[in-house]
């Protein structure tokens, strides 16, 4: 954890994004965060005490976040569900709203995330994210077909493909770095385009 809240350790985390964006965990080196701190390496070891410290910083927040929300969506779904509820009132939100209201402010960890974190405990997290998901999708389907859902019978292997394919399309606008108008726009055509997918799998009428 930080050490102090001061102007310097603001200065110390700004360096450290920047470093990371640009190089990644591996190219990134304590020596080059300090210059661009203005300070020595020994400084930073008063804010953080190795690159992997650094890094847990940067990104630890953003992972919290996208914890509690899917564990929410997960939560609320489930209790929809075990009532008769028609069309978009069964998923209250979907990866989509997660990228508006959980990753888009704060898209520079997620891209740290995302592209710039080989090296670290978290290059596998997307991948890892995706098969949490086709988890908790499929005990989903189980318990949608128990509630008298015709649900679409589907190999996981599928399911997977298609998790992917989803979370991949939503983030990108985030990792191309789109203005925040043409972001809603994408957000909006995936939303529309794999909403009736996912429906017909759940068994839904829309």
Not at 169 to 197: R, S, V, W
Request: charged fraction near 30%; glycine fraction near 6%; proline fraction near 3%.
């Amino acid at each position: 954890m930080p050490r102090d809240k001061t102007y310097s350790h603001i200065k110390v985390n700004e360096a450290i994004k920047a470093e990371f964006l640009e190089k990644g965990f591996e190219g990134a080196s304590i020596r080059s965060i300090g210059a661009r701190a203005g300070m020595t390496s020994a400084g930073l070891y008063r804010h953080y005490k190795d690159k992997e410290d650094m890094f847990d910083a940067m990104v630890e927040p953003l992972i919290s976040d996208i914890r509690k929300w899917t564990e929410h969506h997960i939560s609320k779904n489930h209790e929809l569900s075990s009532g008769k509820v028609k069309g978009d009132d069964l998923f209250g939100e979907s990866f989509v709203d997660l990228v508006r209201d959980v990753i888009l402010p704060k898209k520079d960890e997620f891209r740290l995330l995302f592209a710039c974190s080989a090296g670290t405990k978290y290059e596998n997290f997307i991948h890892d994210y995706v098969e949490e998901n086709q988890k908790a999708f499929v005990k989903a389907l189980v318990h949608l077909k128990k509630n008298g859902y015709p649900v679409k019978v589907i190999e996981e292997e599928e399911l997977h493909m298609l998790l992917s394919a989803y979370l991949t399309a939503c983030f990108e606008p985030i990792l191309h770095d789109y203005d925040a108008e043409k972001t809603d726009q994408y957000l909006n055509t995936l939303q529309d385009f794999f909403m009736p997918g996912w429906m017909k799998i759940m068994g839904i009428e829309n």
